[in-house]
């Protein structure tokens, strides 16, 4: 399994923006595909975006599509959210995840086996 850090979140007013990080360990990132999660108190874990290892095909559920966009660098192992005209309902812990199967869904949070430790997102109106 592959090792993931997050970063970037933090306390922005409503309208703002803000860009996570997720740095990752290990020699094979680019066979990885990688998705975006987020999950606020009493919710479920709510998928936000999902990229594959060429980085050419991208996914998003309609909540956030539009305004967030997901990206990779796999000189520097490391996939980016960047988060536009953030919304007071965008507050949560935002995921960072990791699978080397194109199985599964992107949408599925089981379809992933490593995942990061989380980064709060809080915005505010």
């Known amino acids: 399994q592959v090792q993931l850090v997050e970063s970037g979140g933090g306390l922005v007013q409503a309208g703002g923006s803000l860009r996570l990080s997720c740095a990752a360990s290990g020699r094979t990132f680019s066979s990885y595909r990688m998705g975006w999660f987020r999950q606020a108190p009493g919710k479920e874990r709510e998928f936000v975006a999902g990229i594959g290892g060429s980085d050419i095909n991208t996914y998003y559920p309609d909540s956030v599509k539009g305004r967030f966009t997901i990206s990779r660098d796999n000189a520097k192992n490391t996939v980016y959210l960047q988060m536009n005209n953030l919304k007071p309902e965008d507050t949560a812990v935002y995921y960072c995840?990791?699978?080397?199967?194109?199985?599964?869904?992107?949408?599925?949070?089981?379809?992933?086996?490593?995942w990061g430790q989380g980064t709060q997102v809080t915005v505010s109106s």
């Open positions: 995840a990791a699978t080397l199967s194109y199985s599964g869904s992107y949408y599925r949070h089981t379809s992933y086996d490593s």
